[in-house]
């Protein structure tokens, strides 16, 4: 859940990096540079360019932001995936990936059409990535075109407001117009949304447990672990450095890195007090949500997961224009060995032994105002010819 709030010093004892947040002098807001990315957008005078710098304000697993783009061609982008950023471990077949990149391409849509241009987008034009397995070949083509009949997207308006909000949420549940605008976001896409509320507390109860033991796994298994220790983001300086993954700023965990008494090479141990902080931590925030969301597909192709990345980027969008936070919660989803018996449940729970697929699963809520995630900016993911 938040999986920002870890650490191990090198001498072995373990602080738990919320616990610092009081330090005289310090402040816990992000660097201004590693936020440049949003101010920055509407400020790119080419279309193209303007268009791309919405698109990688997109939310990414990990916040990773694999996304590559040739715009040798006018009129033209091709994506690609960054093959140095990716999740082995707790995404191994690249299923998380390619929703990210249904992500991008739906704020992109968007964006295109508040120019009045649209996007013909072909998906997978070097052919389909194996289905467990993402390779160097483009994940989509898209054409730009001048097109009078385009529509602006009310979403679009979203697309700088929305937030991952990791925080505990408020305990009313959301307003039915608001929920049913979220669901209907989905439309443009053949995928199925639901949701329950804490109306229904024996369904709720039922998602909590599995959350819950979902995460325990995941901070319990060290190479699961240490695949998100290897993208914190410690202070000012990394942050700013690497404007990606997960950041914390946190002024006591900013001091211990400053001595150089972090390790993040170990992941701490099931007992370790660090563990026993997060597991308190992230079930404190899941018994402080008032629904929950998720999305469902009938088969689990590549397509279908770029287009599913397409629809949870819109609930997003949704539930920002309602005032409402949402955050994945994608861990009993993984499809890694240790996670099977969770992700069996999780279906189960969810699709009724139908023989779908969840692609996501979220909560859903009031969350107090938060900064946005670093990003890295338009440069960075710009295939240099």
Known sequence: MDRRAFIRTTGGGVIFA????????????LPTEALAAWQDAEKETDPRRWI??????????????????????PDEITLFIDPTRLLPETDPFGRQILMSQGTFLELLDLAAKQKGLRADISLFPGGVFESKKIDARPTAHIKLVRDEAIKPDPLFAQILKRRTNREAYEMRVPPQKSIQAIVNSSYPYPLSTSYVTQDDPPFMDQHRRIAKEAWRIEITTPRTMLESMKVLRVGPKEIAQHRDGLSNNEPMLRLINALGLLDRSTAPGPQDSTTV?????????????????????????????INAGRVWVRAQLAATAEGLSMQPISQAIQEYAEMQGLYKEIHRLLTGNQGLTVQMWARLGYGPAIEPSPRRGLNAHVIKV
Do not use: M
């Open 18 to 29: 919320a616990l610092g947040g009081s330090l005289t002098g310090c402040s816990s807001r």
């Open 52 to 73: 791309l710098a919405h698109a990688v304000l997109a939310p990414h697993s990990h916040n990773l932001q694999s996304w590559l783009v040739d715009i040798s061609r």
């Open 277 to 305: 902080r997060l597991i308190e931590d992230f079930n404190a925030k899941i018994d402080a949500t008032p629904a929950f969301y998720w999305l469902l597909s009938s088969d689990n192709e590549r397509t279908t997961q």
